[in-house]
């Protein structure tokens, strides 16, 4: 069966920056991998098998290209994590029909067994994101990566201490550093898989300023725990930020360009902390491009002329009490779910939508039917830059933004009164024929001082504003967005 893909990147950044540290020597953590020089390194800064440029789709966009190899940046040296094996000697199809592709579900099973034990706990802080980042109220387009933010503050809280730790762990609905760990292992072992039909590849990354001294502990716990490679230089140098940007452009298929092009360490930042979500899945069934046709999408700010893609197929259509929803499920991984509010609902309404969150994550009770579905999707491309301080307060992390309450010893005991002074959240969704591409990333800176009947047919045009999630196998939200308009 030719099936599609569905593409999808998100990377988060935090950055930890300084005005007065002291100098001393950076401790490299004691990652799986030994120190190089960036010289060495460049486009090994992760396994060839788990680079996702390295196997682009047969038909690809613009945006879907593989970058171009990287060009090394001098002074820099690296420690560099060792990410689990892929399978990559055989195609989609071939892997689909073979005994490895059900040996490898044997031992990926338990693995999901274990993450959707400890799924409950995540409902809290998605109720929680979700709104905050895309229920704005507002006529412009908005995605996230829910997923990729909370691994990003999981490492957040391994470098903070006391009251700003217990924040960073209320707002992960945690009680403890403890479960955060077996939580966050259990999310990485559920969702990062690197098989020819699937590829949701996380990566992180420390970004040392080379006259810091730091805890070798705290950044050998980064490393084992979240496969987190470090590395030292000149903060503020070209070949620090060219590094920094190579590095996730390499780890994420060169998707965020548009984006990564303006990602700089400052002098004074001390650490940055990276984490980066690459998703390749394939349709279970496809869209015939034969079909797609101009059609009307009647946007927030008006009508536009887009390319409408159409399937038909047997699925269940939900009836919430403000919408009606559908999903088209993913080969080896979870769904693609599509939300259309009823006549006078807004689309961002949607994402504080009780209703919706129970849908996603597996656990709905509400009305439900199935239908011939003929399903229309508009190809669209939305793209968004969020300011997190507000949410990150919602959540309650508020010692962290002054120094005066700010702890940060974990860290280092080189620098003083460091808090965190900026924190952004921005994010791409696109879908063709071919499958979606997305892309997000968090910028988090850290400164110092301051089988049924015939079922009858039912139409389901997404020709209006819609919210939209991708959820991994183990019902994890790995996308979450708002489409209010589309243009040309």
Not at 178 to 203: F, G, Q
Not at 204 to 217: H, M
Not at 283 to 305: C, I, L, Q, S
Not at 306 to 332: C, N, P, Q, R
Request: glycine share 6%; proline share 5%.
């Amino acid at each position: 069966m030719n099936r599609k893909r569905i593409l999808a990147i998100a990377v988060t950044v935090c950055m930890l920056t300084g005005l007065t540290g002291c100098a001393g020597s950076a401790a490299a953590p004691g990652a799986p991998a030994e120190e190089t020089s960036a010289e060495e390194t460049s486009a090994e800064a992760t396994p060839a098998e788990a680079t996702p440029a390295e196997e682009a789709p047969a038909e690809t966009t613009p945006a879907e290209e593989a970058p171009a190899e990287a060009t090394p940046a001098k002074g820099i040296t690296a420690v560099l994590a060792e990410y689990p094996e892929a399978i990559s000697d055989m195609s989609p199809e071939e892997f689909a029909e073979s005994d490895v592709h059900w040996q490898w579900w044997d031992g990926y099973r338990a693995k999901l067994e274990a993450s959707e034990e400890l799924q409950d706990g995540m409902d809290g802080f998605y109720a929680e994101i979700l709104p905050q980042l895309l229920a704005a109220g507002d006529q412009e387009n908005r995605v996230c990566s829910p997923l990729n933010i909370y691994i990003a503050l999981a490492m957040l809280a391994e470098v903070t201490d006391g009251e700003s730790r217990r924040q960073v762990l209320d707002a992960l609905q945690v009680k403890d550093l403890e479960e955060l760990r077996e939580r966050t292992s259990a999310l990485w072992e559920a969702n990062y898989v690197d098989i020819p039909s699937l590829k949701t590849i996380l990566a992180d990354s420390l970004w040392l300023r080379d006259n810091t001294a730091y805890n070798e502990e705290t950044l050998q716990t980064l490393a084992e725990r979240y496969y987190a490679s470090a590395f030292h230089g000149p903060m503020g140098s070209e070949e620090m930020n060219r590094a920094l940007r190579e590095w996730t452009d390499e780890n994420t298929g060169g998707l965020l360009k548009d984006f990564t092009k303006d990602l700089e360490l400052s002098p004074e930042t001390v650490m940055a902390l990276v984490s980066t979500i690459y998703y390749k899945a394939a349709w279970y069934d496809t869209f015939n491009e034969k079909v797609t046709k101009k059609e009307t999408f009647h946007g927030a700010a008006g009508d536009t002329t887009v390319d409408m893609m159409h399937i038909g197929d047997t699925m269940t259509v939900y009836f919430g009490e403000h919408f009606t929803a559908v999903s088209k499920g993913l080969l080896d991984s979870g769904s693609m779910f599509f939300f259309l509010p009823d006549e006078g609902t807004d689309a961002a309404a949607l994402a504080a939508d009780p209703e919706v969150l129970r849908l996603i994550r597996g656990e709905w009770n509400g009305k439900e039917d199935v239908y011939m579905v003929n399903l229309s999707v508009p190809r669209f491309r939305v793209q968004a830059k969020t300011d997190l301080i507000g949410t990150l307060e919602h959540l309650g992390i508020r010692d962290i933004l002054d120094s005066s309450t700010a702890d940060f010893s974990p860290l280092t005991d080189d620098v003083e009164e460091l808090f965190l002074s900026s924190a952004q959240h921005t994010a791409m969704v696109e879908t063709d024929e071919n499958g979606v591409t997305g892309a997000a990333y968090t910028i988090l800176m850290l400164a110092e001082g301051a089988a049924l009947e015939e079922p009858e047919p039912y139409d389901f045009i997404l020709d209006r504003p819609f919210f939209f999630a991708v959820t991994s196998r183990d019902e994890s939200i790995l996308f979450g967005g708002i489409v209010q308009n589309i243009e040309h």
